[in-house]
């Protein structure tokens, strides 16, 4: 059962269902010298691999479900996957994207006491964080001391970079950028394919695959994703910078998840917006105006603190229950 698509050949198959230049024309182009050519014969290969399960689910061009999920939608409004448990194929996507071999960077930061996350974070990445792909973590700290010695995958790697102590918890969430943007320009540009900033106060528990990559992904906040958009907390105020209108802003996204193409992020988000999350009220503005290529959904930050509703069918990460007097050097919220 082919789809329209697939009649029409290699021209409309993106490797991730996104309207990007460089991947609807069947090809992407890595770092690592590599030209990938993602054409109609990963159907082929998925047929094969699918083919030795118990169950068989017919696919479209995606590598997304077909019949499966009528209780969440899959797609936005702007036509890009919308990433549910059941929507989409795990072999088949992991297939897809292991032919280019990305190679993904994950910057985190555990400045202080947050190194304490880090045996947790990386522990539980190696059993469910983009498996059997190349995965650099770059360890931001001011104490390679506290930086456990955790076993990891082959291809993967861990690298610490040093930066500053700080006094106030702010000026870490608030300096992540800048420090990134140095080290991504001096040595990550030159390491990685992609590209994902995360918090580290989380752990792994289920898959996080390669369905999560692309140009630009974001995660829908675990808060507001039932919400109407005219509800979202978004700053409404008419004269601040960050103001967003009424009838605007699609989601409401998590800013301690998200990532994308390194290069492409790199040049329009770090490059020129080293304060970008000064206000997180920014970044809900920068995706307004230049929408995810792939909108992951809360399954991709769930937390602790909240009760599991019946469509997180699958909880991949999820933020810890922390006492903030205790890991911020400042305290407080
Ligand atoms: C899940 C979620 O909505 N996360 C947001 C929320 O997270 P949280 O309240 O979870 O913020 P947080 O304490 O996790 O801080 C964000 C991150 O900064 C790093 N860090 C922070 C303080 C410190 O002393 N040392 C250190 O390394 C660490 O990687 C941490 O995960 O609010 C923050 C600002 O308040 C950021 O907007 C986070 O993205
Ligand atoms: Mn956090």
Same mark, same amino acid.
């Given at each position: ?110 400045? @202080?006491? =947050? ?10 990445? *190696?059993?469910? !964080?983009?498996?059997? #792909? &190349? ?113 605007? @802003?699609? =989601? ?10 390194? *290069?492409?992020? !790199?040049?329009?988000? #770090? &490059? ?62």
């Amino acid at each position: 059962m082919l789809s329209q698509a697939h009649r029409k050949g290699k021209h409309e198959i993106t490797n991730d269902g996104t309207s990007n230049l460089k991947e609807t024309s069947g090809s992407f182009t890595c770092k690592c010298d590599k030209t990938l050519h993602i054409s109609s014969n990963w159907v082929q290969l998925s047929k094969g691999q699918r083919s030795q399960s118990a169950h068989v689910h017919p696919t479209n061009v995606f590598g997304s479900l077909i019949h499966l999920r009528t209780d969440v939608n899959s797609v936005t409004n702007w036509n890009t996957p919308l990433v549910w448990e059941g929507t989409f194929d795990p072999v088949v996507i992991d297939a897809i994207y292991k032919k280019m071999d990305p190679r993904v960077a994950v910057v985190v930061f555990a400045v @202080g006491k =947050y190194t304490c996350f880090l045996k947790g974070f990386l522990e539980s990445g *190696e059993k469910h !964080f983009l498996i059997d #792909f &190349r995965v650099t973590y770059y360890i931001f700290t001011d104490n390679e001391k506290d930086v456990p010695k955790v076993e990891l995958g082959k291809g993967r790697k861990i690298s610490v970079v040093t930066v500053p102590s700080a006094n106030r918890w702010q000026d870490v969430v608030l300096g992540r950028m800048k420090w990134a943007t140095i080290t991504i320009d001096k040595q990550i540009r030159n390491e990685a394919d992609y590209l994902f900033m995360m918090d580290i106060d989380s752990v792994f528990h289920n898959r996080f695959g390669a369905e999560s990559l692309s140009q630009l992904s974001a995660v829908l906040h675990r808060g507001n994703y039932k919400v109407l958009k005219t509800n979202f907390p978004y700053e409404r105020r008419a004269k601040s910078r960050a103001y967003i209108p009424l009838d605007e @802003g699609d =989601y409401y996204y998590t800013a301690a998840v998200w990532g994308g193409y390194l *290069e492409d992020i !790199f040049i329009h988000i #770090f &490059r020129f917006m080293k304060n970008l999350f000064t206000s997180y009220l920014q970044y809900f503005e920068y995706l307004l105006y230049n929408k995810p290529t792939k909108v992951l959904s809360p399954e991709y930050l769930w937390s602790d603190y909240d009760q599991i509703p019946a469509d997180i069918k699958v909880v991949r990460i999820s933020q810890l229950i922390k006492d903030y007097k205790k890991v911020r050097p400042n305290g407080g919220r």
